[in-house]
């Protein structure tokens, strides 16, 4: 059975740091997402990574997907206020069509 | 449309009542997922549509819910006989292709529905 699991669950940054969300998976995947979720609202696709090594960029945040080590970051640089929110990685099972979520990470920004 | 829509957006129904969830996919998907997702956790799966027919329904938590697509459009969550324990936000998602391997299989979510069993 496919397992997800972020840390940090909760992070307070100051602005201008640099952080990394992390997203490991339990079993052999082919496609990993990054979503974010505002309070309230639905979620916002980020980033599609469907292969090793994959690294993907839109303006302070990266991901990168490592399916050997079954790991996925999600880098925060130089955090500005507006990027406080719910981050959730989503797996997807193979030979299913199914998407196992994580936790979410809920960051915080400080300013 | 432009996104994925849900209706209604909040939903407070009494215990033991029935209740219909409606989602209306982005047009040209024929991949639908409902997910739900209770307070502090993350989107868990339900059921997935390809086309009309339930291709995986094996989250569904019990005989009480059920979905329907018959059209291989907009899709309905129904729940009978609520309970309190059914309180979350249920989300719709829709991709173009979906499975393993497949290219365009970026989900995108509506809104939700805020169902509340009181």
């Known amino acids: 059975e496919l397992k997800v699991e972020q840390n940090p669950l909760f992070l307070s940054m100051q602005e201008g740091k640099n952080y990394t969300i992390y997203c490991n998976y339990s079993t052999t995947s082919d496609r990993l997402y990054w979503y974010r979720q505002d309070p309230g609202k639905s979620l916002e696709s980020l980033f599609v990574l469907l292969s090793n090594g994959a690294v993907k960029q839109e303006g302070r945040l990266m991901a990168s997907l490592d399916t050997k080590a079954r790991l996925s970051t999600l880098h925060i640089t130089a955090a500005v206020h507006d990027l406080s929110a719910t981050y959730f990685c989503a797996v997807g099972d193979s030979g299913t069509y199914k998407y196992i979520f994580g936790t979410g990470t809920r960051l915080k920004v400080l300013a | 449309g432009a996104g994925v829509s849900q209706t209604p957006s909040n939903k407070v129904t009494e215990k033991g009542k029935y209740v219909e969830l409606r989602c209306d996919p982005i047009?040209?998907?024929?991949?639908l997922y409902w997910y739900r997702q209770s307070l502090g956790q993350g989107p868990e799966f339900l059921i997935y549509f390809q086309g009309t027919g339930a291709a995986d329904d094996s989250g569904l938590p019990n005989d009480r819910f059920f979905a329907v697509r018959p059209e291989g459009s907009v899709s309905t969550l129904k729940i009978q006989r609520t309970e309190r324990g059914d309180s979350a936000v249920y989300l719709c998602?829709?991709?173009?292709?979906?499975?393993?391997?497949?290219?365009?299989?970026?989900?995108?979510f509506g809104q939700g529905t805020r169902l509340t069993v009181v």
């Open positions: 998602a829709s991709s173009l292709r979906s499975g393993t391997g497949a290219l365009n299989t970026e989900a995108f």
């Open positions: 047009s040209g998907h024929t991949a």
